[in-house]
């Protein structure tokens, strides 16, 4: 199999209701693969759960990893996925040691999890939405024998491509890092400026970009959209693909030693299309819920601008 043969196509939403189908070739997948293997210590002794429909990216990792290294899968069903007290108890009786759920699935199963639930995991993997500081906090007190990862990443670069470990020093902050780049993973965040980009520093908020093997084909059948999003990377001569993914979110480089991470790290903002600007001043709606779902009251929180007619 040649590295840059097309291995899949899963199709994701477009902002026109057309789903666009994304093409994944053969080395963006086996890369992806073995940075979960090696990331989270995947070993012959581990059970993942299958808990993914076969349109979902994140399917491909969880049904082939377990096969890479001698492992096991065990496939959930939707009448124990949708049951949080049922699932916790197919974890348990199954031997089942990773699991990879979205977040607001994190916090049902904790809200009905039986004591002495879940002592077999090793990992809890969330991924699909923003993982909220509170909703971490409650799992690393209930589960600290379980570790945290929170995993971003595009279908079009292969799922996911940063990992990070959550800690409790990670809850001071009013947003989580989603971590560093995947192994042979390049991230770069950038700030268009008159039609130029240029890199941002330390601190700075950007546009997240990513280079490296990761990244796919672009859009099947569909070269309009594949422009917008898929660029020549002017970045790495060496890249496997030569192309840069521009993902459309907005986050901030934070300095080495940031969640614990020995080099810079990346902190999720929200969509760029979701920065607002109100009376001159450029607002973030995603840091605004991320504020108000710090408070103990608030189990979930969401911000939306209403334009009032002029008076």
């Known amino acids: 199999t040649a590295p840059d043969q097309p291995r899949y196509v899963l ?6 209701g057309r789903p666009k189908g994304a093409v994944v070739e053969h080395q ?7 940075a979960k293997i090696i990331d989270l210590e995947l070993t012959g002794a581990d059970t993942v759960a299958f808990t993914a429909p076969l349109g979902f990216d994140i399917s491909i990792w969880q049904m082939l990893c377990p096969l890479l290294i001698g492992g096991r899968i ?17 974890v348990d009786d199954r031997g089942i040691t990773v699991v990879e759920l979205v977040p607001t699935m994190v916090r049902h199963l904790l809200d009905d999890l039986a004591p002495g639930s879940l002592t077999g995991l090793r990992w809890m993997i969330a991924t699909g939405e923003e993982l909220p500081a509170e909703l971490s906090r409650r799992w690393l007190e209930a589960m600290p024998h379980a570790r945290l990862l929170n995993a971003y990443g595009p279908t079009e670069c292969s799922d996911d491509v940063t990992h990070h470990t959550v800690t409790a ?9 989603i971590g560093t780049p995947i192994v042979n993973a390049r991230l770069y965040v950038l700030r268009e400026d008159e039609g130029a980009w240029s890199a941002c520093d330390v601190g700075e908020t950007g546009e997240l970009f990513v280079g490296g ?3 796919g084909r672009g859009y099947l059948g569909n070269d309009e959209r594949t422009r917008e ?14 192309r840069l993914y ?12 940031a969640g614990g991470e020995d080099r810079p790290t990346l902190q999720y903002l929200g969509r760029v299309d979701r920065q607002v600007k109100i009376a001159g001043v450029r607002m973030e709606l995603g840091e605004i819920e ?8 608030v189990r979930a929180a969401a911000v939306v601008v209403h334009e009032y007619p002029a008076r």
């Open 246 to 257: 521009r993902t459309g979110d907005a986050v901030k480089l934070l300095p080495a030693g």
């Open 169 to 177: 020093g990670d809850l001071e902050l009013l947003r989580l890092p």
């Open 213 to 215: 093997v990761v990244v």
């Open 28 to 34: 963006g997948m086996l890369n992806h693969l073995w």
């Open 74 to 90: 065990d496939v959930i069903g939707d009448e124990v996925g949708h049951d949080p007290a049922a699932f916790a108890r197919a």
């Open 290 to 297: 991320a504020v108000l779902q710090r408070h103990p009251g």
């Open 11 to 16: 199709f994701t939403s477009g902002s026109t």
């Open 229 to 242: 999003a898929f660029y020549r990377d002017p970045f790495d001569p060496a890249s496997p693909t030569g």
